[in-house]
C-alpha cells in the first residue's frame, strides 16, 4: 500500500489527459505508475512520468451525457470516451465502488477484447489499489477512468468454434492455431480468430475452482512468453497481463460472477495468443539469477510501460520462469527514446 501520496499526485496528473492518443494508442501511464508504487518504486514515479509526458493527450471533449436510459447506445462508441468517464466519476462519486464494480462488470465483460485489452488492464490496476488502501478521491476517479474507458472501447466478438484442446492452461495455450493473416493491427487480426481450442479447466462453475484456474492460466500465459515472445514482444504481453487483471479484481467481485470472468479471460488470452504467436519457439537462458526486486528494477531501468507491466505480473507469478519472462521482455523490446 502507498503511503507516500506519491500514487495519488500522478492520478491527479493524469486525469487531465485522455485514456487514448491519435485515436488509438492506449495512455499506459496509470497503469505503469500503479505498479511502480505497489511493487516499492514509489520514488521514480514521477521521474517516469515526465518522460512519459509527451506521449499524452488531454481528455477528449464530451458529446451527452450517458445515463441509466441511453447507455445501451452510447456502449462501444470511442468517441464518447469522456462521457463514459464522467458517468463512472458520478457513480463511484454516489454510490460505494464496489457496488459500481459488480453491477457493470458483467455489462462490459463480453467486451473484454476493446481496446486490445488494455481497459479491463486499467481497471484491474484500479482494483489492486483500492484493495490495497484507502478509497481515495484519485483512486476513484482511476476506477471511473477505467471503466469509462472499457465502456468507450466495448467490442464483443463472435463465439469461436471449439477445437480440441486440453486439460491444462500451458497445453491448451500450445494447442491454439496461429491465424493465417500474421498482419495489421489488432483489430484486424482479431476478425481472424474465428476457432479456439478447449480448455477444460475454462469451463469450471465452483468460483473457488475458477480462481484456482485462472491463476494457473496466468502463470502459463507468463511462463510462455520467455519462449515465444518474440513473435510480437509487446502484444504478446497482453495475453499474461489481461487475464491478470481479471484476476485481481476477482476479490471485489460477488463470487457468482467468478467463473464467466475465467471464461472471457481464457477466450481472451487464447486469441492474442492466436493473433501474435511465432511459429517457432525459441530457448532462453535467463542471464543470471535474480530476485523479484532486482527483476523489477531492470524493467524500471529499461522504461518501456509493457515492459513494466509484465514484470509486474511476473511478480505475481513469482516463480523462476516468471522471472525469465520478465527478463526476457526487456531483451526484446526497445527501451523509450
Request: aromatic letters at 6%; one cysteine or more; hydrophobic letters at 45%.
Amino acid at each position: 500500500m502507498d503511503t507516500t501520496g506519491i500514487l495519488d499526485e500522478a492520478l491527479q496528473r493524469l486525469h487531465t489527459t485522455g485514456p487514448e492518443r491519435l485515436g488509438r494508442l492506449t495512455n499506459h501511464a496509470p497503469m505503469a505508475v500503479e505498479a511502480l508504487t505497489a511493487r516499492g518504486q514509489a520514488r521514480a514515479v514521477h521521474r517516469w512520468l515526465d518522460l512519459y509526458a509527451r506521449k499524452l493527450e488531454d481528455l477528449p471533449s464530451r458529446v451527452e451525457p450517458v445515463t441509466d436510459a441511453n447507455w445501451r447506445s452510447a456502449l462501444g462508441d470511442s468517441g464518447r470516451a469522456a462521457d463514459w468517464i464522467g458517468h463512472f466519476e458520478r457513480e463511484v462519486a454516489e454510490h460505494p465502488w464496489r457496488e459500481v464494480l459488480e453491477r457493470w462488470w458483467p455489462r462490459l465483460l463480453p467486451g473484454l477484447y476493446g481496446g486490445s485489452t488494455h481497459p479491463v488492464i486499467r481497471v484491474g490496476h484500479a482494483v489492486r489499489t483500492l484493495l490495497a488502501g484507502e478509497s481515495t478521491r484519485p483512486r476513484l476517479a482511476e476506477l471511473a477512468h477505467g471503466l469509462g474507458y472499457w465502456a468507450a472501447r466495448h467490442r464483443p466478438v463472435a463465439a469461436p468454434a471449439r477445437l480440441p484442446g486440453a486439460p491444462g492452461a500451458a497445453a491448451a495455450l500450445d494447442a491454439v492455431p496461429a491465424i493465417a493473416a500474421q498482419d495489421g493491427g489488432f483489430p484486424d487480426r482479431l476478425v481472424h480468430v474465428t476457432a479456439l481450442p478447449v480448455w477444460t479447466g475454462a469451463e469450471a462453475t465452483e468460483p473457488g475452482q475458477a480462481h484456482g484456474r485462472l491463476t494457473e492460466l496466468v502463470r502459463a500465459a507468463t511462463h510462455r512468453y520467455a519462449a515465444y515472445g518474440h513473435g510480437e514482444e509487446t502484444m504478446l504481453v497482453h495475453a499474461a497481463t489481461a487475464p491478470n487483471a481479471v484476476l485481481r479484481t476477482l476479490p471485489a467481485l460477488p463470487r457468482a460472477l467468478w467463473p464467466a470472468s475465467l471464461r472471457a479471460a481464457w477466450t481472451a488470452c487464447a486469441a492474442v495468443t492466436a493473433m501474435y504467436t511465432p511459429a517457432e519457439p525459441v530457448a532462453y537462458v535467463p542471464p543470471g539469477a535474480f530476485t523479484p526486486e532486482e527483476v523489477f528494477e531492470r524493467a524500471l531501468a529499461h522504461g518501456d510501460e509493457h515492459v513494466i507491466k509484465l514484470a509486474d505480473t511476473a511478480l505475481d507469478v513469482g516463480d523462476a520462469p516468471a522471472l525469465a519472462a520478465a527478463l526476457r521482455a526487456v531483451e526484446l523490446s526497445t527501451p523509450p527514446g
